[in-house]
């Protein structure tokens, strides 16, 4: 569906940052800025599916070329 388009050490970055983010949602309940902890979703998503919209529109392809 998607073109695959975040490679292999983009990937991983993504996915921990994104964890990282919603972990501090869960861990931290009283912080006036706990909604903006949310945004964590978008890397984790990006870094799961392996694409990524924003380097699709300005043309960035981190995935390594395949032979």
């Given at each position: 569906?998607?073109?695959?388009?975040?490679?292999?050490?983009?990937?991983?970055?993504r996915i921990v940052v994104g964890l990282a983010l919603l972990a501090a949602f869960f861990l931290l309940?009283?912080?006036?800025?706990?909604?903006f902890l949310l945004i964590?979703?978008?890397?984790?998503?990006?870094?799961?599916?392996s694409t990524c919209p924003?380097?699709?529109i300005l043309g960035i392809n981190t995935c390594?070329?395949?032979s």
């Open positions: 569906m998607f073109k695959t388009n975040v490679g292999g050490i983009d990937r991983v970055l309940p009283e912080a006036g800025y706990r909604m964590g979703i978008v890397p984790l998503l990006t870094g799961l599916f924003l380097y699709s390594p070329a395949k």
